[in-house]
């Protein structure tokens, strides 16, 4: 069996590894239309950071695992096609800010319906709202050189920083498909990939569903099965970033939408920000909170040093440089020094410090009291603040929404 995945990014490239890993009788290609991403993938620096992600694609590349420029020959040989390219939220036209732009997705379906010369499975892995597999069904069928297309819908539940490790011990497989003999024979096709190491497939949004014509049984059964809900996805933080998560919300409000469910500084301050991806364990900056901090910042003069193991000053610029919504993927990614600061030595940190010196830790992560008694001012978000700041002037304290440093003197963040 030949598998092409479209797209080589941060869902495609790890996926189609750990596909390639688990199934050395699949041949898999992952392909895109980026010259630099794909050399990068061909390259010792692939081009994002992902746990554990070198050593599958060193152990299966060039065996059966292949990344390449050359679309149309590896979709043509497929008999599994999955797409996984960009949906981003729309920046103008109907729906801007909040809808998904599906162009990326149609272009390729058009690809597909072009240069196939056998019948194929098209699995969709781009997050895309409910309706699409319909709308690229018919791409794929009126465009059709009289081949014959099963679409399913097989999205990735895969968290940035932890890929690998979701899927490689994925809570559920979610594959949908047309409730036709076709469909159920490319269902099962596609359960027999997973099937070589995921143990399980899983076959309050009524209103949606009677709207779009889904069962909320099998929605709510699908969503119950991520342990994610509870306890796990509770801890309070700076605010969420990262391109995938807040998409997928901005569009399932459009969705609802349409279907008519209704300090001024005393003088330049010094801080240094560790951390600016939108969470650890990535090389990904697409609207990540750090940004809002940094402007913000910025906004009050402050003099910024940022450090983050996994992003490249180039990264950083253009994510502090651009306006919300026109930010595209990063090409290279390269880590600009060691894997991690595990352990900054706050006592040498604290000495070279103006006073007073603040800690302000928006993921809550450093050992407050340690902090305190080292000599540093802490505040944690979410957590009782230092008796200093609680007297100081309303208008002094920071809201976890607003980083402005009010606080006078240099801080770490
Ligand atoms: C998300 C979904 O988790 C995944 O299932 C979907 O397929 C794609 O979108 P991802 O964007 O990689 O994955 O990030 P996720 O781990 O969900 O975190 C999103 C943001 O929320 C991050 O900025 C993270 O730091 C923040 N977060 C998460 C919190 O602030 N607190 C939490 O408890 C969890
Ligand atoms: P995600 O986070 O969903 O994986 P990315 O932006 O990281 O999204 O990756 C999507 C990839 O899809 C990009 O590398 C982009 O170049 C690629 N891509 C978009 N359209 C096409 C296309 N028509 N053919 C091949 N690759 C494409």
């Known amino acids: 069996m030949k598998v092409c995945c479209i797209g080589a990014g941060y869902v495609g490239g790890p996926t189609m590894a750990v596909i390639a890993l688990k199934c050395p009788d699949i041949e898999v290609a992952v392909v895109d239309i980026s010259v630099p991403r794909i050399a990068a993938w061909n390259s010792d620096q692939l081009p994002i950071y992902e746990p554990g992600l070198d050593d599958v694609v060193k152990q299966c590349r ?25 949906t981003p939220t729309k920046t103008s036209g109907l729906g801007a800010g909040k809808a998904a732009d599906l162009t990326y997705w149609e272009s390729a379906a058009l690809m597909i319906a072009d240069v196939s010369i056998s ?39 895969l968290a940035e920083g932890t890929a690998i490790q979701d899927l490689f011990n994925p809570d559920r497989v979610l594959i949908g498909g047309r409730e036709t003999p076709e469909g159920n024979e490319a269902v099962q096709a596609l359960k027999g990939v997973y099937a070589h190491w995921r143990i399980s497939s899983v076959n309050a949004m009524s209103a949606l569903c009677e709207a779009t014509g889904a069962d909320v049984t099998q929605v709510s059964y699908a969503v119950g099965k991520d342990t994610r809900i509870g306890p796990k996805f509770l801890n309070a933080s700076v605010g969420f970033g990262g391109s995938c998560f807040q998409k997928d919300i901005l569009n399932l409000v459009y969705i609802c939408e349409c279907n008519g469910l209704p300090e001024v500084a005393e003088h330049r301050k010094q801080i240094a920000i560790l951390g600016f991806a939108f969470k650890k364990d990535t090389g990904d900056t697409r609207e990540t909170p750090a940004i809002d901090v940094c402007k913000g910042l910025m906004g009050d003069k402050a003099r910024l040093s940022i450090y983050d193991p996994q992003v490249t000053e180039d990264q950083v610029q253009r994510g502090l440089s651009m306006k919300k919504f026109d930010w595209d993927h990063p090409l290279h990614l390269q880590p600009m020094g060691p894997t991690t600061v595990k352990q900054p030595d706050f006592k040498r940190i604290y000495g070279n410090m103006q006073r007073p010196a603040f800690v302000l830790d928006g993921r809550n992560i450093v050992i407050a009291e340690q902090l305190r008694e080292i000599g540093f001012i802490v505040y944690s978000t979410g957590k009782p603040l230092d008796s200093w700041l609680k007297d100081m002037p309303a208008v002094a304290k920071m809201p976890c929404t607003d980083w402005r440093p009010s606080l006078p003197h240099e801080s770490i963040t």
């Open 119 to 157: 019948d194929k499975i098209v699995g969709d892995k781009s997050t895309v709202p409910v309706k699409t597999a319909e709308a690229i069904e018919k791409i794929l069928t009126h465009n059709s050189k009289g081949m014959k297309f099963q679409i399913l819908s097989n999205p990735e539940f």
């Open 62 to 86: 060039g065996k059966n695992l292949f990344f390449s420029t050359d679309v149309e020959e590896h979709v043509r040989e497929a008999d599994i096609v999955f797409v996984s390219v960009n």
